[in-house]
């Protein structure tokens, strides 16, 4: 029989089919996806369906001052939704109904635990977009997308998903509901509290309705270019000169190891002797797309690129794309991998990656690079010979180098996975005192009883 109160109440308010303590079953919602760190044992694992009774469980856990950790679909890159031990996991995957699509206002409004693939889907049936698309879009929910302001392939033109943020339903981390943001196009009445929400990760309460911003849908992509490089400073110059002169639908690099890996995992035959190779798409409509693609490939040319190659055949795109999608598992199966992911200027990509092979060679440590040429948003991933103590220590040190290699050239700790439990101590790094200072009281204001989701994003000392 249960001897826990606080667990009882929590069937009582939401029945007992949705409230979980079965340590086996507890186990499957202890970690995300974060290969370096994982969470502890939860109290309860709660799987509401309603935004009444998300409300429920955050009153019950302020009454009883038990840590909330929101979660989705448990995709995570940065430990963000790890549980710690003690805690009630709420988790919001089962709230994962469409439930209004405004064709006028361009709005679709979604539970939170809603697939990234399914709202693109829904919407592309009545003629329209939903653009952000991270690599792991079949399977991420769009209120984990909103937590850590997810990016993706297409954000190059198209933005990240702050940019389609129109109005949240959350509940606050005292247990109201609240709705902030306006579905209105324009705004400017008072803060902007939905957007404070964006890349919270869970640290400012739970999301439990988006509406989300559409676009109608662009033309299908004209075409595909792959450009090889022979230097990395080619391959930087390219990136600059396109930024500067066109918007390309899509413009993603790989280094040599993650080329190698695809290579040796899908058989792409995309050239192995280059350094760099970049993949660029347009949607433009009609002849104008054409010409973007002409004038990227004549971009690439004037570099020094050694091998050009385009395809106007949507399949073979397609395979490219989906090569590019799964170069983190390519690398994965090199060996045991940490995934790192900073962002620089595009002016500074070129610098960047050849910095981040200066500094894997220093610590004679494989790393392969790929991410999103476009807007500067590299993915480093480090492959070790093995988990040793000591090789998992010079991984930390290798780690460590190319964060401030990307902070020394103006960039950022994270571009798109989050902070979560894995790039805390660089937030100092990033921000001054007086900036970390505000956070802290943003957060202690709107989380007096310092529950939701704590140690996450800035070290907590209560949990330190
Ligand atoms: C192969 C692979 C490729 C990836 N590619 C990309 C990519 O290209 N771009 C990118 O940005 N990310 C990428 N990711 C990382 C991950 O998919 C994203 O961070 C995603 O947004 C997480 O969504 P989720 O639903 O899985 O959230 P979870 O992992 O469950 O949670 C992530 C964070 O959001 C919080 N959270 C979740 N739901 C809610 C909610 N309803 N309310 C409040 N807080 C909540 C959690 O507390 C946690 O802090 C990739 C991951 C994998 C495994």
């Not at 939704?81 to 361009?106: C, E, Q, W, Y």
């Not at 930024?243 to 290579?263: F, R």
């Not at 192995?272 to 433009?284: G, H, K, L, P, R």
Request: with cysteine; proline share 5%.
């Amino acid at each position: 029989m249960s001897c826990d109160v606080f667990v009882d109440r929590l069937k009582d308010a939401i029945g007992q089919d949705q409230v979980i303590t079965d340590p086996d079953i507890m186990n499957s919602y202890r970690t995300d996806r974060t290969s370096t760190v994982e969470g502890s044992m939860p109290r309860v694992v709660t799987t509401p369906t309603t935004a009444t009774q998300v409300e429920s469980l955050v009153k019950l856990a302020n009454e009883f001052k038990v840590p909330v950790i929101p979660q989705g679909a448990l995709s995570g890159l940065a430990g963000g939704a790890d549980p710690i031990s003690g805690s009630i996991v709420i988790n919001v995957a089962k709230m994962n109904r469409i439930l209004d699509i405004d064709p006028v206002n361009l709005l679709a409004t979604v539970e939170p635990g809603v697939i990234n693939k399914s709202l693109k889907d829904t919407v592309a049936k009545e003629g329209f977009f939903y653009p952000p698309d991270p690599g792991s879009y079949t399977f991420c929910s769009i209120g984990g997308n909103i937590a850590t302001n997810a990016g993706g392939l297409c954000c190059v033109k198209y933005g990240v998903t702050a940019d389609y943020v129109s109005q949240l339903e959350i509940i606050s981390p005292t247990g109201g509901l609240m709705v902030l943001g306006r579905k209105t196009k324009k705004s400017s009445a008072g803060y902007r509290l939905a957007q404070l929400f964006v890349g919270s990760e869970g640290t400012l309460g739970i999301v439990t309705k988006a509406t989300m911003r559409l676009r109608h849908a662009p033309a299908p992509v004209a075409g595909t270019v792959v450009a090889s490089f022979s230097t990395l400073d080619a391959m930087g110059l390219s990136l600059k000169e396109i930024a500067s002169k066109l918007s390309p639908s899509l413009l993603e690099v790989m280094d040599k190891v993650t080329v190698m890996a695809i290579n040796s995992w899908k058989n792409l035959g995309i050239d192995e002797e280059a350094e760099a190779v970049i993949v660029a798409q347009s949607d433009v409509k009609g002849a104008e797309g054409s010409e973007e693609l002409r004038l990227i490939e004549s971009i690439c040319a004037a570099a020094g690129s050694t091998e050009i190659y385009r395809t106007e055949d949507p399949e073979e795109a397609d395979a490219l794309l989906e090569a590019r999608r799964l170069a983190l598992t390519a690398l994965e199966r090199l060996g045991p991998a940490i995934l790192d992911d900073v962002g620089v200027p595009v002016s500074r990509i070129g610098d960047m990656i050849s910095e981040i092979a200066r500094i894997s060679e220093m610590h004679e440590i494989k790393v392969g690079t790929f991410g999103h040429g476009g807007d500067g948003n590299l993915h480093p991933t480090l492959i070790l010979p093995s988990r040793s103590p000591d090789v998992l220590k010079l991984a930390d040190r290798c780690f460590a180098d190319i964060v401030s290699a990307a902070l020394s050239m103006g960039g950022t700790i994270s571009g798109e996975h989050g902070v979560g439990l894995i790039k805390r101590e660089y937030m100092k790094d990033q921000y001054g005192p007086l900036e970390v200072d505000w956070m802290r009281r943003i957060k202690e204001a709107l989380d007096p009883n310092g529950l939701f989701n704590p140690n996450k994003v800035l070290f907590d000392e209560q949990y330190s």
